[in-house]
């Protein structure tokens, strides 16, 4: 990406890992890539309709996730003036650039591993 108001700081300048590690940083946490995934194939969604989306996340823990990834300018959050007034999460321009990213892991996940519970190793 050439516009560098569109960049992130990284704090491991020039190592050539450097990209790889501070990409796993920013999104590496258990439940952002499935905020992402989830914004990615649904568009914007309020707060509940996401929370039903995932699935298995609390309410603190997703409010925790969208602040840390409203910081890392991942993700907007907008209040919608309807009666009653709602708050609905979208992904920013940098967020959305994630998509090959987050397709690729999924790509590789439905390749490499196996269905939880498997008698066999979790990866094929």
């Known amino acids: 990406m050439s516009d560098t108001s569109q960049q992130l700081e990284v704090w ?5 890992w450097c990209p790889i590690t501070s990409t796993a ?3 590496g946490k258990k439940w952002h890539t499935v905020v992402l995934h989830r914004l ?6 309020g707060f509940n309709a ?3 989306e995932i699935g298995g ?4 823990v997703l409010s925790d996730v969208l602040a840390d990834l409203e910081e890392k ?23 959305e650039s994630l998509e090959p990213v987050i397709q690729a892991m999924a790509d ?6 196996t269905a939880a519970g498997d008698e066999d190793s979790s990866i094929a």
Do not use: F, M
């Open 12 to 16: 491991c300048t020039g190592e050539d």
């Open 25 to 27: 940083t920013l999104i």
């Open 40 to 45: 990615l194939a649904k568009g914007p969604l």
């Open 50 to 52: 996401l929370q039903d």
């Open 57 to 60: 996340i609390s309410s603190k």
């Open 73 to 95: 300018q991942l993700v907007n959050r907008e209040i919608v003036n309807e009666k009653p007034v709602r708050v609905e999460y979208s992904l920013t321009e940098l967020g």
């Open 108 to 113: 590789w996940g439905k390749t490499h591993l």
